[in-house]
């Protein structure tokens, strides 16, 4: 069935079978030596055409077990609520409605002269802002881009250094767009567990150290869990990241303009290739997909690339809406009290729940809190459901195994809604 003389060749009539269905998911591809023999040919041709088809996703090596044809995974759980249900939806992870800026009074100032092919790609006011904004995040001299939202960065920034099939060292528990993000773009998601203080450094260390080409970092608002690094992990990853200065360092901190907790300096002074994500998402909101990209001059050299080849520029629009909110002093006393409202309602449910004796808890940032299980999930989300709360479980947060807990998006709460919410998590865990 399997023909060819060439690597190339006999990848090409693989790729045929499997697209075809010859060749069905789960099957295991005929072992080196034998296909050789089969076709006549050396049994590094084989190998070669083995080699391709693993790094380009349609086939998974198994080392001494053999090389197997990919099967396709599940579809994995996207972000957002449900807006038709009867419940109390804590599930989608987005920011309050009513703390998102009325963008209709900022359309008067939107320019009205027509960008075209050629112009800049980030008008300079926004870029002169950006830059301000995001100069105690750079390790050194940088570029700032603009992408359509956190994922599309760090998508585009994966695909221009890494390969097919690379590992990239992420938190576990990860966000479920990151693990969507990988898996569908091929790369191979190799899980760093976390604690109230983030990545653990003898985790990340092992995965750098097991071949991992990137690192991707979230130093505050963690989603699923709302934890934020604290100044000594940083310093610690920070002096592991300094060791692997390969290694490219993606720090997703898409709450930043929102978040109560400190930055503290990640990027190691070794690392040759690095980027700072700041989303506009949980800010100005969801629909507005405009993120800001701060990064070393080569990687950004990389991402204009990947940009031109596409949509070559975020809307005009878009950035006109943003610089027009961001720089509004009316709206950036808004933004100090929503980052104050968050905080207190993190605080608040943190407090409820440790005055009725649930102590395996950490306070977060955010708008996500995470309760942690010792059990599958469902049954806890279940009896909160007859209670009257829709909540996320936690299982499809987990890279390679289930994470057991609850996100609780938190954002939309008032003061008796958390008192009422503590009491029946505290019935549902009595069950």
């Given at each position: 069935m399997i023909d060819g003389k060439s690597a190339s060749e006999i990848f090409d009539s693989i790729r045929q079978h499997i697209t075809s269905g010859k060749l069905a998911k789960g099957q295991t591809l005929p072992p080196v030596r034998e296909l050789a023999a089969q076709l006549d040919v050396n049994r590094n041709t084989v190998a070669a055409a083995y080699k391709r088809l693993v790094t380009s996703g349609l086939a998974?090596?198994?080392?001494?077990?053999?090389?197997?044809?990919?099967?396709?995974?599940?579809?994995?759980?996207?972000?957002?609520?449900?807006?038709?249900?009867?419940?109390?939806?804590?599930?989608?992870?987005?920011?309050?409605?009513?703390?998102?800026?009325?963008?209709?009074?900022?359309?008067?100032?939107?320019?009205?002269?027509?960008?075209?092919?050629?112009?800049?790609?980030?008008?300079?006011?926004?870029?002169?802002?950006?830059?301000?904004w995001m100069?105690?995040?750079?390790?050194?001299?940088?570029?700032?881009?603009?992408?359509?939202?956190?994922?599309?960065?760090?998508?585009?920034?994966?695909?221009?250094?890494?390969?097919?099939?690379?590992?990239?060292?992420?938190?576990?528990?990860?966000?479920?767009?990151?693990?969507?993000?990988?898996?569908?773009?091929?790369?191979?998601?190799?899980?760093?567990?976390?604690?109230?203080?983030?990545?653990?450094?003898?985790?990340?260390?092992?995965?750098?150290?097991?071949?991992?080409?990137?690192?991707?970092?979230?130093?505050?608002?963690?989603?699923?869990?709302?934890?934020?690094?604290?100044?000594?992990?940083?310093?610690?990853?920070?002096?592991?990241?300094?060791?692997?200065?390969?290694?490219?360092?993606?720090?997703?901190?898409?709450?930043?303009?929102?978040?109560?907790?400190p930055w503290y300096p990640i990027i190691a002074p070794q690392t040759l290739h690095w980027a700072v994500v700041r989303s506009m998402s949980k800010t100005l909101g969801p629909d507005l997909r405009l993120a800001f990209v701060a990064s070393d001059i080569a990687t950004s050299a990389k991402l204009r690339l990947r940009l031109n080849s596409g949509s070559q520029w975020v809307s005009h629009l878009l950035q006109d809406l943003a610089y027009a909110c961001l720089s509004d002093e009316s709206y950036q006393q808004s933004l100090a009290e929503t980052r104050k409202l968050y905080a207190a309602k993190q605080h608040k449910l943190y407090s409820a729940l440790r005055a009725r004796g649930i102590n395996n808890i950490a306070p977060g940032d955010g708008l996500n809190f995470w309760l942690p299980l010792g059990h599958a999930s469902q049954s806890t989300a279940f009896a909160l459901a007859k209670a009257g709360w829709l909540v996320r479980e936690g299982e499809p947060f987990g890279v390679n195994a289930p994470a057991q807990g609850l996100r609780i998006t938190i954002s939309t709460l008032n003061d008796s809604d958390i008192t009422r919410l503590a009491a029946d998590i505290h019935q549902a865990l009595s069950l």
């Open positions: 998974l090596s198994l080392g001494r077990n053999g090389t197997v044809v990919k099967e396709t995974p599940p579809p994995i759980a996207l972000e957002g609520g449900n807006p038709h249900s009867p419940l109390t939806d804590l599930s989608s992870g987005n920011p309050d409605p009513a703390r998102l800026p009325d963008l209709s009074q900022y359309l008067p100032r939107i320019n009205r002269t027509p960008r075209l092919y050629g112009d800049a790609s980030v008008s300079s006011e926004l870029s002169q802002w950006a830059r301000a100069q105690e995040t750079l390790p050194a001299d940088g570029e700032i881009d603009l992408t359509s939202g956190a994922i599309d960065a760090i998508e585009r920034l994966l695909c221009a250094h890494l390969l097919p099939g690379d590992s990239v060292a992420v938190e576990d528990p990860c966000f479920l767009s990151s693990i969507s993000m990988l898996r569908y773009s091929g790369f191979t998601a190799s899980p760093v567990k976390i604690d109230e203080e983030g990545m653990l450094p003898e985790k990340l260390e092992e995965a750098l150290s097991k071949g991992a080409r990137a690192v991707i970092i979230t130093p505050r608002a963690h989603n699923p869990t709302g934890y934020s690094l604290s100044k000594a992990r940083a310093a610690k990853l920070q002096h592991i990241l300094n060791r692997y200065p390969q290694v490219l360092v993606i720090v997703d901190d898409h709450f930043a303009l929102v978040s109560s907790a």
